[in-house]
């Protein structure tokens, strides 16, 4: 990585931040040593930069101070042409018409050699799936906005096994497992954190109550047990890969984690 970059990045790892970060927090976002973020923090202090805090302590970016933007290298553009692409076919109508704006703004700032050369990446997201449809787009959309104003959301939900009933849920977010899409949140009726299968939900409507924000039961909480089931998986898979490599590839994930 280019020194200019990583200063970039260590300025930017810093803003917004309403406490100190440690180095140790840094130099693991950065993939550098913690000697590293230490000279890099005094030499961007000398020129100006007002990051306050010190070794031990940790360290933060004075309220109001900014940066100019970095221009973006041709990896780095690609990287954002294909995530734009994957946002517009897969997102919604709302966030892919906001790619496409996106999209607007980044060809009209960048020189056109890197912008073609970038755009010619052989990743693409291509229609004629059900997820481009109008219904499932309007339906991403409400569920971003349910999200986004903590709506709570009651849903008719029919199980793998055909069963179908109806659970009260605090929405937290909507993921694409590479073949379908779930919902996660708080299932008031299991009083944990359940996923739910898009294509099984048969009625969301919102019941006209929002939930109040709870870090026990919140976003964070919910990716600290993703985290956790991850490890888990990734120490089954490894132990049984030892008896039968086939193993692995015997559950898809959306499979495992699906509510019951």
Known sequence: MRRADRLFLLVNALRGRRRAVPARVLADDLGVSL?????????????????????????????????????????????????????????????GAAAMRALLKIEAVVPPPVYARASRIAILAPGGRGERGAAFSESLDRLHLAIAER??????????????????????????????????GWCR???????????????????????????????????????????????????????CGWARESVRPDQRREDA
């Not at 900014?66 to 897969?90: K, M, S």
């Open 151 to 184: 709506q709570l959301l009651r849903v008719r939900y029919v199980r793998a096994d055909g069963q179908e009933n109806t659970r009260d849920i605090e929405p937290l977010c909507v993921l694409f497992w590479g073949g379908s899409w779930t919902l996660a």
């Open 35 to 95: 000697r590293t973020v230490y000279r890099d923090v005094a030499d961007l202090q000398h020129s100006g930069i007002p990051i306050e805090g010190e070794p031990g302590v940790g360290y933060m970016l004075r309220k109001g101070a900014d940066l100019p933007p970095l221009a973006f290298n041709a990896e780095e553009l690609e990287a954002l042409i294909v995530g734009i692409r994957f946002a517009r076919a897969f997102a919604g109508a709302r966030l």
């Open 189 to 243: 009726l299991r009083g944990a954190f359940r996923q739910f299968r898009l294509d099984r939900i048969r009625e969301c409507v919102h019941t006209g109550e929002t939930y109040a924000v709870d870090p026990a039961r919140g976003f964070e909480a919910l990716m600290r047990t993703f985290d956790a089931q991850a490890c888990e998986d990734a120490s089954v898979a490894a132990e049984v890969e030892g008896y």
